[in-house]
């Protein structure tokens, strides 16, 4: 069965940029399907970032767009999230999932969540 | 972006109630529609896609139904292990992909 888990630093200052780590085990990148991010800020509710496909194709929310990269490194049967000038608004739980499908706006499995906490 | 509206915020019932939670699209979103459950510290987990197909090894007391902009979401008999948030979320043509605020279930 396919599982993910994310890493990456628990802690980031403000301005710098976050980078997460996903690691996909029980299931081949190349194979297909869409690779997403998606957050929850503290006590509220989730946010999509982006998913991206194993050739590179990705979607990112308007809203984050232009501080994010997302990226895949099928030798290492990973994916990867950066995002930029990163603010306290950016602390949040960051899960990784998979595309249930070929429909990419379908998230299942989820890896288990990295907290991300923006603070000097 | 579509909005997506959920009711009530949070609900307490008994063990066997039948519980409801309703979700509606600021526009037509077909049935591109999914329900989630998310347990405390966990992440979430795919109940319903499509509006009302019932995710590979998730209870059959769990159901879905709606198209268009209105969504509703059932638990048949409630059961202790049920006690979570259940979030919808759109999934129309176009991305961004959002979801409702969420519905925290107690008992």
């Known amino acids: 069965q396919v599982q993910l888990q994310e890493s990456g630093p628990g802690l980031v200052k403000p301005s710098e940029t976050l980078s997460l780590t996903c690691a996909v085990s029980g299931y081949s990148i190349s194979s297909g399907y869409y690779w997403g991010w998606i957050r929850q800020l503290p006590g509220k509710g989730l946010e999509w970032i982006g998913s991206?496909?194993?050739?590179?194709?990705?979607y990112s929310n308007p809203s984050v767009k232009s501080r994010v990269t997302l990226s895949v490194d099928t030798s290492k049967n990973q994916f990867s999230l950066k995002l930029t000038s990163v603010t306290a608004a950016d602390t949040a739980v960051y899960y990784c999932a998979r595309s249930r499908s070929s429909t990419v706006g379908q998230f299942a499995p989820w890896g288990q969540g990295n907290l991300v906490t923006v603070s000097s | 972006d579509i909005q997506m509206t959920q009711s009530p915020s949070s609900l307490s019932a008994s063990v066997g109630d039948r519980v409801t939670i309703t979700c509606q699209a600021s526009?037509?979103?077909?049935?591109?529609l999914n329900w989630y459950q998310q347990k405390p510290g966990k992440a979430p987990r795919l109940l319903i896609y499509?509006?009302?197909n019932l995710e590979t090894g998730v209870p059959s007391r769990f159901s879905g139904t709606g198209s268009g902009t209105d969504f509703t979401f059932t638990i048949s008999s409630l059961q202790p292990e049920d006690i979570a948030t259940y979030y919808c979320q759109q999934y129309d043509l176009l991305p961004p992909w959002t979801f409702g605020q969420g519905t925290k279930v107690e008992i």
């Open positions: 991206i496909y194993h050739n590179g194709h990705t």
């Open positions: 526009q037509d979103i077909s049935n591109y």
């Open positions: 499509g509006a009302s």
